[in-house]
């Protein structure tokens, strides 16, 4: 059960981002947080201007640091962000599992400031991007032949069950 949300720990989250704004990188922060307790467990920061690493968003990076630590997922954890987290940081912690996501800023808070994306997508349009079939999707998919394309799959099903 997550415990009401604490609104030191959404400043937190604000302030943290500023600070790596002054330190030359991007918006953006993320706490862990026990659930339970309000402890905090981990902060970090995107890193993606430090490390040419275009994954490196805040709360991709602090899945990732709590990994290293041995923290394998993150239930039975709030995730405090500076920002309504983008589609690849959202779909990563559906695979980290916490319990709730508390966000300082709505993305359209954040886009009235501040311009993000790619080649592909800005910010703003990459939700509605992933909302088109793939086949009319701005970065082409398509199918190549392969022998067996699901070897991998049965192997893995056959080994783990
Ligand atoms: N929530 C969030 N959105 C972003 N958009 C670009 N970088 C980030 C990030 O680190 N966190």
Redesign the pocket.
Known sequence: MSRPVDPALVRRSVDLALENVEAGG?P?ACLVVDAATGEVLHEAT?Q?SRTGDVTA???IVAIRELAVAGRRDLTGCDVY??????PM?LGALYYAAPERVVHAATREQEGEHYE?GGRYMT?ATFYDEYARAPSARALPAEQGAAEDPVAPFREWTRRHG
């Not at 962000?81 to 983008?86: D, Q, S």
């Open positions: 991007k953006f995107n993606v968003h805040a709360e962000v500076t920002a309504y987290p983008c940081c993000d910010l």
